[in-house]
């Protein structure tokens, strides 16, 4: 049904067969005249219907500047994204910005009524011209995102977390194809993230719903994405699924980003006896250390972590970030012996 809602926008694009649900090529932004400096540059990538994308990076690396592209509100400077091989419009295509598929739900709920209540805020974004499928709609979401207990109350008056689930109930009630999310658990407590996320890998399943978000905490949708896209500086780094990018990533920099790995340059590698040519990663799970009487790493430091300890040891030319387990905490300045497990060399 979408495939004729773009091309009427544009009557000079014509359908390209045969590509992922949303792909783009060569894609660029700047938010500056003179275009020095990109916010996203040359960005080519696929996404796949039905899955769940997170766009990952840091602060900064253009994140939330890629979501509008892909959404329409935001004209490239050059490049090209297509909605199912159609052209997705833009402003200058477009009274109403955004793709008629998608749905975008921003960052800090701006878009809520705070002093209105759940109910309404929902139901307000079905017409009117049928006020039994509005009823009806309207409690469906709301049962289906859990918050049908909440519809008498204001915005204003409920969690952080809840307000997510009103956002996206409004997101949701016209069915779109694609959701787009801005940092949809930043305002969420980490003890509610992991049912808002069960609830919206539910969703997918049952509906077939496309969600592409954006997260700079990329450990809070290790669990919940199908595929994750890495920014840096503009560029898209990484893309893969995130058991490949956790355990092979190509970059020091997703290395860091997903595992908070150690990143070691060749001459510190050589102090672990580890010979490369490359500069290499060792992710913090694959250390293991143990007490000893003598030894070149000592602790340098160890945070609780709860049911963990981080544990920084060094032998004053190298810092490695290692997590135990075990009962026995060593103590700061205690020499340490350490066994590695594994280790990336980067190309
Ligand atoms: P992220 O979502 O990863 O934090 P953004 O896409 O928001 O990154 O920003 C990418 C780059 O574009 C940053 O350097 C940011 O400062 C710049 N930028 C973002 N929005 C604007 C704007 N409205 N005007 C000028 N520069 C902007």
Redesign the pocket.
């Known amino acids: 049904m979408a495939h004729s809602s773009s091309c009427q926008y544009i009557p000079s694009d014509t359908h390209v067969p045969g590509l992922a649900a949303v792909h783009a090529e060569q894609l660029s932004f700047s ?2 005249e003179n275009n020095v ?1 990109f ?2 540059e040359n960005a080519s990538f696929d996404i796949e219907g039905g899955k769940i994308t997170a766009i990952i ?10 979501l509008r592209l892909i959404y329409g509100l935001l004209e490239p400077t050059s490049g090209t994204v297509r909605y199912k091989g159609w052209q997705v419009p833009t402003r200058k295509d477009k009274l109403i910005p955004g793709h008629d598929s998608m749905k975008l739900v921003s960052q800090g709920f701006d878009d809520l009524n705070t002093y209105a209540n759940v109910w309404d805020n929902v139901a307000s974004q079905l017409p009117n011209t049928d006020i039994k499928r509005k009823q009806d709609k309207t409690a469906e979401i709301l049962q289906r995102l859990r918050i049908d207990h909440l519809a008498k109350k204001r915005v204003a008056d409920i969690s952080g977390g809840e307000k997510q689930r009103v956002a996206i109930c409004r997101a949701l009630i016209n069915e779109p194809e694609v959701l787009l999310m ?1 940092e949809p658990f930043n305002q969420v407590d980490a003890s509610f993230r992991d049912t808002l996320q069960q609830d919206i890998k539910d969703i997918v399943r049952d509906t077939g719903l496309t969600i592409i978000l ?1 997260s ?1 905490d990329p450990t809070e949708v290790l669990a919940l994405a199908d595929n994750l896209i890495v ?1 840096k500086s ?1 560029k898209i780094l990484d893309q893969n699924n995130p058991h490949v990018l956790y355990s092979e990533p190509s970059h020091p920099y997703t290395a860091l980003l997903l595992a908070k790995s150690n990143i070691l340059n060749p001459e510190q590698a050589q102090t672990l006896g580890i010979e490369s040519e490359k500069s290499i990663a060792i992710h913090q799970e694959w250390i293991s250390i143990s007490t000893t009487e003598e030894s070149s790493f000592f602790v340098k430091d160890s945070k609780f972590r709860g049911f963990y300890y981080e544990i920084l040891i060094s032998n004053n030319t190298v810092d490695l970030h290692c997590i135990t387990t075990s009962q026995l905490i060593p103590k700061k300045n205690q020499a340490v012996d350490l066994t590695i497990s594994n280790w990336i060399a980067f190309d």
């Open positions: 938010f500056h400096q916010a996203v990076g840091e602060s900064g690396s253009g994140k939330s500047t890629l801005d954006v700079h920014m503009g």
